[in-house]
C-alpha cells in the first residue's frame, strides 16, 4: 500500500472518529435522552471538545504505521501522538467527574428547610473533593508524559532518589501554599464553614460563594466579593450566623423619652408582626434595657427570621414602624434633652445688673459703706453721718436728670461731708488729748 493511501485512511479514519461523537452528542442532546437521563445536559455541556480530541488521536494512533512520516520523524510523530494523548485523556477524564458532580451538587442545591445545613456540607466536601482529584491527576498525567521520554525515565531511579530532599526544599519554599491546602481540606471535612453560609469576616457581613483549597470567596451583601486565604479562617475568629441554622434572632434598638407607653408599643410590635411574611412566629419581645446617661429610656426589640437577609428586612421594617407610631400617637415621647434655667448669681457668683447698685444686707441688718474697713470710732461715725447725707442729698436731686446724675450728686456729697466729718473728729480728738 502506497503512502498517500496510508495518509488517506488515517485522514478518514480520525474523520470517522469526529463524526462518531458528534452522533452520540446530538443523541445525548435529544429530548427522548435528555429528559430521562439528568447526566445527558452536563456531559455534553463538559466533555463535547475534550470527547472530539481524544477521539481524533485515538484514531490517529491506531491507523498510523511506523514509516509513514519517514525514519527521521517517526520519533517524534510518535511521541507527540502519545503526549497529546496523554493531556487529552485526562482533559476528558476530569471534565467527565466534573459533569458527574454537577448533576449532584444541582440536587443539593434544591434542598431547603432544616435539611439545608446537611446539604451545604455535603456541596461543600464534594467541591473541594474533586478539585483535589482533578490535582492528582493533573499530576499523574504531567509524569506520565515525562516518563514517556527515554531520557526522562533513565533518570528515573535518580529523581527519587532525591525526592526525599527536592520535598524538603520545596516544602521549605512553599510553606505558605502548602498551609493553604491543609487548612482547605480542614476546613471543608470539620465542617467550620460551608457553601452559602452567612458569616462575618473582619467587620464585614456576607456569603460564602466559592471554596477552594487556597482561597476563599466572600460575597458581601452590597455585591462585593471579599477574597482570603483560607488559612485566614483557621487563624483568626470570625462569625458564622448559619452554623448549626439559619435561623437567626435579630435586634431594634430604640432611644425615647421617659413619658413613652411601654404597653402600648409592645401591642404594636407584636401586631405587626404577626401579619408580616417574615417573621417565623417564633420570638419576639421588647423590652426597657437601659437608662442613658443622656436621660433618655433605652428599649430593645427582639425579632426572629429565617435566615440572615430575612432579619435584616424585618428589622428596617420595624424600625419604620416604632418611628411612624411614636411619631403619630405619641410625640410627646420623642427624644428630647432637658435643661434647666439657673439664675446668673448661681452660675458666676455675681448679681444680675439690675441689683448691682442696690446695698447688700447684712447679717445684723446694717447698711455696708465704703469705710466700714475702717478702725476706731472716728471713722466708723464720719462714715454713717456721710452715707446719711450723701443719701439724702441725692434724694433732693433733680428727677429729671435720672438716675445717673443723682448717683453723681450723691457720690460728690459723700466726699465733701466726709471730709467735713474727718476734721472734726480729728479737732475733737486733738481738744479731748
Known amino acids: 500500500m502506497s503512502s498517500a493511501v496510508k495518509w488517506m485512511v488515517l485522514v ?52 498510523y504505521v511506523p514509516g509513514m512520516s519517514g525514519r527521521t520523524a517517526d520519533n517524534a510523530v510518535e511521541q507527540t501522538v502519545t503526549v497529546l494523548l496523554i493531556a487529552c485523556v485526562a482533559w476528558l477524564v476530569i471534565q467527565a467527574s466534573y459533569a458527574v458532580t454537577d448533576v449532584v451538587l444541582a440536587r443539593l442545591n434544591k434542598v431547603e428547610g432544616l435539611a439545608n445545613r446537611k446539604a451545604r456540607r455535603i456541596r461543600t466536601q464534594i467541591t473541594l473533593v474533586r478539585r483535589v482529584a482533578a490535582a492528582v491527576i493533573i499530576v499523574v498525567s504531567t509524569g506520565a508524559m515525562l516518563f514517556s521520554f527515554p531520557a526522562v525515565r533513565a533518570l528515573g ?60 470567596v466572600v460575597r458581601l451583601w452590597d455585591e462585593r466579593r471579599l477574597i482570603l486565604p483560607v488559612s485566614h479562617f483557621t487563624t483568626t475568629p470570625f462569625e458564622n450566623w448559619t452554623r448549626y441554622e439559619s435561623r437567626v434572632v435579630g435586634h431594634v434598638m430604640l432611644y425615647v423619652d421617659w413619658s413613652v407607653p411601654i404597653d ?84 458666676t457668683g455675681t448679681r444680675p445688673e439690675s441689683e448691682a447698685g442696690a446695698p447688700r444686707p447684712e447679717a445684723d441688718g446694717a447698711t455696708p459703706g465704703p469705710s466700714q474697713a475702717n478702725e476706731g470710732d472716728g471713722p466708723g461715725q464720719a462714715s454713717q453721718t456721710n452715707n ?10 433733680d428727677g429729671s436728670d435720672g438716675h445717673r446724675q443723682a448717683s453723681a450728686d450723691g457720690s460728690r456729697a459723700n466726699d465733701s461731708h466726709g471730709s467735713q466729718g474727718t476734721g472734726a473728729a480729728r479737732n475733737s480728738g486733738r481738744m479731748s488729748a
Not at 428599649?299 to 411614636?326: H, N, Q
Open 12 to 63: 478518514v479514519a480520525v474523520l470517522a472518529a469526529i463524526v462518531a461523537v458528534e452522533l452520540l452528542r446530538r443523541l445525548l442532546v435529544s429530548r427522548r435522552v435528555n429528559g430521562r437521563f439528568q447526566l445527558a445536559g452536563p456531559l455534553v455541556e463538559r466533555c463535547t471538545w475534550p470527547g472530539f480530541a481524544t477521539a481524533a488521536l485515538v484514531a490517529f494512533n491506531t491507523v
Open 264 to 347: 402600648a408599643l409592645r401591642a404594636e410590635l407584636y401586631r405587626r408582626l404577626r401579619d408580616h411574611p417574615l417573621w417565623d412566629q417564633k420570638d419576639w419581645t421588647l423590652q426597657v434595657t437601659d437608662i442613658q446617661p443622656n436621660g433618655l429610656v433605652e428599649l430593645r426589640a427582639l425579632m426572629s427570621a429565617s435566615d440572615a437577609p430575612s432579619v435584616w428586612d424585618l428589622k428596617c421594617d420595624m424600625r419604620e414602624m416604632f418611628v411612624t407610631f411614636i411619631r403619630e400617637n405619641y410625640p410627646q415621647a420623642l427624644p428630647r434633652f432637658r435643661v434647666e434655667d439657673l439664675p446668673n448669681e448661681r452660675i
Open 388 to 397: 446719711g447725707d450723701g443719701l439724702h442729698q441725692a434724694s433732693q436731686a
Open 157 to 216: 531511579a535518580g529523581l527519587l532518589a532525591s525526592a526525599g530532599i527536592a520535598g524538603v526544599v520545596a516544602g521549605i519554599a512553599a510553606q505558605s501554599t502548602l498551609s493553604n491546602l491543609i487548612a482547605g481540606l480542614q476546613l471543608a471535612f470539620s465542617d467550620a464553614i460551608r457553601l452559602d453560609d452567612a458569616v462575618v469576616v473582619d467587620g464585614e457581613w456576607g456569603r460564602i460563594e466559592e471554596l477552594t483549597l487556597t482561597y476563599v
